[in-house]
DNA sequence: ACAGTTTCCCGTAAATGC
DNA sequence: TGCATTTACGGGAAACTG
């Protein structure tokens, strides 16, 4: 049999895609009295809409390290959808995929000291996917549960979903960016997002934010909900941008307004970075220059998305970025990451390739000190993550009304 | 039931991978009198390594468009691997898995005036891959098979593949370019080609070429075969290269030799677009420039990869490539595709993006006469092609050693 | 250890269903 | 018809296997 296989999208547990290979784990935490038989567990999956296409029955084990406590750990379960199921759907129309919970169940079956117990435990609600761009859909159901209730198992939560308070909800976002991106949001950016979500009430009061603003309506003439932009952007990070945003030299979430007023009274030059509110997944830069005249001016590039940045790292673009107009080329006019550092200062270790052929651009290898790093309490936080990350992990007697007892 | 969902690989019939699904079609030519009852029609698949999925039987139906005559096509056939085939493989282990032939077989079983007829009709040979990567050679067998033998189906041919004239291969090379990328190669061309493949006897004699050196054994130096070499350039012309290769913009093989030979002579700012020869699916240009002591250079770029053009269409990059040395940014240094055609002469109309933000570079739409193309003729005609590239499309009478009659 | 081969699965495009 | 969802499969990478 085959090793390793994690569970389906590594940093975001809870979310099956159907046809691809999980993993689920199941301890028994109380000590059976010398159970000399197998004890056999077996899987399934919710009531109507899914199968488990694998072997879902299992021997548990006395796992080698722990006090001798039995496990279960099931690999390569493959989810599979039924066909047929007598007209309609398993859970009302109304809910879109990403919506309907579902649950893992394991039993087990056994008889001690003359008493036949029958344990029964079933997972958190899990979101059901067919396809990866469904994700970014799951991992917001995935949020707002965790984030609005603490019921262990209510499958009809988005059947009317609570709002969430934007202080709450803001570090979950900020969380989100710590866990997959390495680092969190700071104050600002979290104000300029909140005044994306909900205009200008953010400062006022602790604003309520529905589910449906925040990611199932549009965005105010845009095509895509606020959180699949949100997710665009942390997906460019992750792929493209780590180093430039761990060491915090995207300042990303700013409005053009506040942009134009940080940049005005700087250093011709001086320029920053920010994702893109028109397109999804898209980072450009602004900088600020002085006319002839004296007046300021503002110039940014077209966003640079993942297709252009995997032909060329963002770093390199900004060390080698040109500017030619009216048939001249002028020098690099990026020369200061807002407030005032040194281009080079700031970038200089992450240039990868040498500069291109015949290109100025120094790539002296200046080390900036990297910012100190702090970060607020999530409401889940980062130790569950990485658990939750690890496997779908079930105790089977932490959920006690599931275990139903009779005699023989 | 599904529509359309053609062949594996449009562009490559014959061959199949496991886990697609692929269509065939068998035609009755003979025409039966009065068969009454349905004629079923069942397909397998090889002997011992592979074995049909989905469902492999039915009924002949009659084609409505022509004379009556029966035939079916089987939609959705998708094959898997036999596991566990007591030990060895089903072919011996001294092939590579694209170099086994394999065949699909078609049986039906219907009495006609007394006689029971047993027809069966198997297919041209197959090559059955697992993963695209096995493209490219699984064509090169196919092409291989079909340049150098008649026979219809000798699996056994690479035990031991004969060698081919230049002469021929070249025209199967010239033909590949031609269908696939809409413009065959030249005379040089496949001089640079033959060259390659084997040193400088090319012009002495019709060389042979053996299938090895062909599609096995690495280019000296190298670490791929000189059919890799080649397949990675159309597989760069086909995804990104296809006007500029069409109108014959891309002389593609030189060598750096010839190219000096053709370019020293030229106007300053004289350029021509060849493939790497170093990595797989690379285009660079090499443009010829006079120091000012008079002494003639050349200067090329690092090779564009599928990477890169995805990011920015080639012509484009002609359009805006710039040379920065010493911090002095020159104008485009290139000014004629070679022999002498003005830049935006040759490339105008193919501009596609508007210069990037501020640039030079004139996009007027002058329209270049397009260059009169011709093509040799090959092993493989481009109907024959075409045909095959339609289904793998078989009659039953047409192999009638295949046929077994026997009486009740 | 390693090369040839297969499996895995994301991400895009196309097909399907509602 | 249009949108939500699923299916298809190329392509890169990891896993497997002799």
Same mark, same amino acid.
Request: charged share 20%.
């Given at each position: 049999?085959?090793?390793?296989?994690?569970?389906?999208?590594?940093?975001?547990?809870?979310?099956?895609?159907?046809?691809?290979?999980?993993?689920?784990?199941?301890?028994?935490?109380?000590?059976?009295?010398?159970?000399?038989?197998?004890?056999?567990?077996?899987?399934?999956?919710?009531?109507?809409?899914?199968?488990?296409? &694998?072997?879902?029955?299992?021997?548990?084990?006395?796992?080698?390290?722990?006090?001798?406590?039995?496990?279960?750990?099931?690999?390569?379960?493959?989810?599979?959808?039924?066909?047929?199921?007598?007209?309609?759907?398993?859970?009302?129309?109304?809910?879109?995929?990403?919506?309907?919970?579902?649950?893992?169940?394991?039993?087990?079956?056994?008889?001690?000291?003359?008493?036949?117990?029958?344990?029964?435990?079933?997972?958190?609600?899990?979101?059901?996917?067919?396809?990866?761009?469904?994700?970014?859909?799951?991992?917001?159901?995935?949020?707002?549960?965790?984030?609005?209730?603490?019921?262990?198992?209510?499958?009809?939560?988005?059947?009317?979903?609570?709002?969430?308070?934007?202080?709450?909800?803001?570090?979950?976002?900020?969380?989100?960016?710590?866990?997959?991106?390495?680092?969190?949001?700071?104050?600002?950016?979290? &104000?300029?997002?909140?005044?994306?979500?909900?205009?200008?009430?953010?400062?006022?009061?602790?604003?309520?934010?529905?589910?449906?603003?925040?990611?199932?309506?549009?965005?105010?003439?845009?095509?895509?909900?606020?959180?699949?932009?949100?997710?665009?952007?942390?997906?460019?990070?992750?792929?493209?941008?780590?180093?430039?945003?761990?060491?915090?030299?995207?300042?990303?979430?700013?409005?053009?307004?506040?942009?134009?007023?940080?940049?005005?009274?700087?250093?011709?030059?001086?320029?920053?970075?920010?994702?893109?509110?028109?397109?999804?997944?898209?980072?450009?830069?602004?900088?600020?220059?002085?006319?002839?005249?004296?007046?300021?001016?503002?110039?940014?590039?077209?966003?640079?998305?993942?297709?252009?940045?995997?032909?060329?790292?963002?770093?390199?673009?900004?060390?080698?970025?040109?500017?030619?107009?009216?048939?001249?080329?002028?020098?690099?006019?990026?020369?200061?990451?807002?407030?005032?550092?040194?281009?080079?200062?700031?970038?200089?270790?992450?240039?990868?390739?040498?500069?291109?052929?015949?290109?100025?651009?120094?790539?002296?290898?200046?080390?900036?000190?990297?910012?100190?790093?702090?970060?607020?309490?999530?409401?889940?936080?980062?130790?569950?993550?990485?658990?939750?990350?690890?496997?779908?992990?079930?105790?089977?007697?932490?959920?006690?009304?599931?275990?139903? &007892?009779?005699?023989?």
């Amino acid at each position: 049999e085959k090793q390793p296989c994690m569970p389906t999208h590594p940093q975001k547990p809870l979310i099956i895609k159907t046809g691809v290979q999980f993993t689920t784990k199941v301890r028994l935490l109380v000590k059976l009295p010398e159970v000399d038989y197998q004890l056999k567990v077996k899987t399934t999956f919710d009531n109507r809409q899914f199968f488990i296409l &694998t072997n879902n029955t299992k021997v548990m084990d006395i796992e080698d390290y722990s006090n001798g406590c039995l496990s279960v750990e099931f690999r390569h379960l493959q989810l599979k959808e039924k066909k047929y199921i007598n007209g309609t759907k398993g859970n009302e129309g109304l809910l879109s995929v990403t919506e309907e919970l579902h649950s893992l169940s394991f039993e087990a079956c056994f008889t001690v000291q003359g008493l036949t117990i029958d344990l029964e435990i079933c997972s958190l609600p899990l979101v059901v996917i067919s396809n990866v761009s469904q994700l970014p859909g799951g991992w917001a159901s995935v949020m707002w549960y965790n984030l609005l209730t603490d019921e262990p198992k209510n499958l009809t939560f988005f059947t009317n979903p609570p709002r969430a308070n934007w202080t709450q909800l803001s570090e979950v976002l900020s969380w989100q960016f710590s866990a997959q991106a390495g680092r969190g949001l700071d104050k600002e950016q979290l &104000t300029m997002l909140g005044e994306k979500l909900l205009g200008h009430h953010v400062s006022c009061s602790d604003y309520q934010v529905s589910w449906s603003r925040f990611s199932k309506e549009n965005i105010p003439g845009k095509s895509f909900s606020f959180w699949m932009w949100l997710d665009s952007i942390l997906e460019l990070i992750k792929k493209h941008l780590l180093p430039v945003w761990s060491e915090n030299y995207i300042m990303g979430f700013v409005s053009k307004e506040t942009e134009r007023i940080l940049l005005k009274d700087k250093e011709p030059g001086t320029f920053l970075l920010r994702f893109s509110e028109s397109h999804l997944g898209g980072i450009t830069f602004t900088w600020v220059d002085r006319e002839d005249n004296g007046e300021v001016k503002f110039n940014s590039v077209e966003p640079y998305t993942k297709n252009r940045l995997s032909a060329l790292p963002f770093a390199d673009i900004i060390r080698d970025y040109k500017v030619i107009s009216e048939g001249v080329v002028k020098e690099n006019p990026l020369k200061f990451l807002y407030p005032n550092i040194p281009k080079d200062e700031a970038f200089g270790r992450l240039y990868n390739s040498p500069p291109s052929k015949g290109e100025t651009g120094n790539s002296s290898s200046v080390i900036s000190t990297p910012p100190p790093s702090q970060s607020p309490e999530p409401p889940m936080t980062p130790g569950e993550f990485n658990m939750l990350n690890e496997h779908l992990c079930f105790d089977i007697d932490s959920v006690s009304t599931q275990t139903h &007892t009779k005699y023989t």
